[in-house]
């Protein structure tokens, strides 16, 4: 699991230097390895990942005129 903690920990850094092409659908799979295993937000082990994950995906995500 350290590999996908620091894959996760790239793709949200990426965001900053758009060094990889699609930041937002990487971290995206990277969450839902985390996710699926059972590792949420606030849990000793990997919640900092899941959080700081999450956070990007939110602030990357953009409304459209329908409000999805």
Known sequence: WPDA??????ATASRRSRSTPRPT????????????TGHV????R???VVEE??????????QNSDGY
Do not use: N
Not at 25 to 36: D, R
Not at 41 to 44: A, M, S, V
Not at 53 to 62: H, K, T, V
């Open 5 to 10: 903690a620091a894959a996760c920990h790239r």
């Open 25 to 36: 659908a990487q971290t995206s799979l990277a969450l839902l390895a985390f996710v699926a």
């Open 41 to 44: 937000p606030g849990e000793p």
């Open 46 to 48: 990997f919640g900092r």
């Open 53 to 62: 994950g999450l956070d990007f995906l939110l602030a990357d995500g953009q």
